[in-house]
DNA sequence: AACGCTGTGTAATAATATAACATATTTAAG
DNA sequence: CTTAAATATGTTATATTATTACACAGCGTT
């Protein structure tokens, strides 16, 4: 609750739409519904994107293309998500599970890397799907 | 060492390109190099990919929008893949980690979710690049 | 005042991927 | 062997996703 302050007008705009959506937005389909509020160009939107992805606010669904509001308010882990991903109907949900979050982080290779982020997301079929 | 025979004239010219690099290939550039061999169009290209990804033969690699061969002989795991990003120098290396793939296959979230296929990104630096 | 930093606005374009249509080849069944 | 289904091809056009380049505005620091 310290950096939602500085977020500029665009950022702000953009955040809030995507907070009221469950699901991951496209960033064309951004673009569309915030064109009312005076935003013209995918350029501005994008420029948004990336600064809210970078702070974590939001994160990017990376098979999709497409974004999503982090709900957990403790949220420092942008740079540690992981997501599940119903492909028949697309539901996208944000997964925070403490033991694999352990086994991730403490992940080593053989080859000396040094991470500092991750990203997984698990495919298959919602409850509502199967 | 039973579908490689099956493999159609497209699907092998672009398999033994990307079986060539040791890094992702994006398609444009395939489509690029494959010019020479008689693929004009970017479907024909994508449409092999597509192919070659469902058998394992390949894997995208979704951050980055490129394709890596499978190294692994008895990759069954079109559906489990882990992959280390170098965020400087872009180096990509599928991993087989036996513990991290157990975690990972066992994984099952509150939700009832029934999960058939996985992709994991780790980001960092590797050695040459820290 | 001068500078660095971040953000905005706009136009143009690059990069990634698919739709639609016509045809050919391979496979499996009758 | 014939037919039908499934898979692959070739081509054109188009959709979708994302960035480059340029001009300028606002703010805090020195
Ligand atoms: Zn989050
Ligand atoms: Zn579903
Ligand atoms: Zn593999
Ligand atoms: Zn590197």
Known sequence: MQKQE???KNQKIILDLIEKSDQPLK?????????KKGINAPLQVYRALNKLVKIGKIHKIESRNAFI???NSKCQIAKA?????CESCED?????????SEHLRDFKDN??????K???EFFGLCKKCV
Chains 1, 2 share one sequence.
């Open 118 to 120: 991750y990203n997984l």
């Open 6 to 8: 500085t977020l500029s």
């Open 69 to 71: 509001a982090c709900k």
């Open 81 to 85: 998500t992981v997501f599940s991903i």
């Open 27 to 35: 960033a064309y389909s951004i673009l569309f519904d915030v064109k």
């Open 92 to 100: 996208v949900t944000e997964i925070h599970d403490h033991k694999l």
């Open 111 to 116: 080859k000396g890397m040094k991470y500092n």
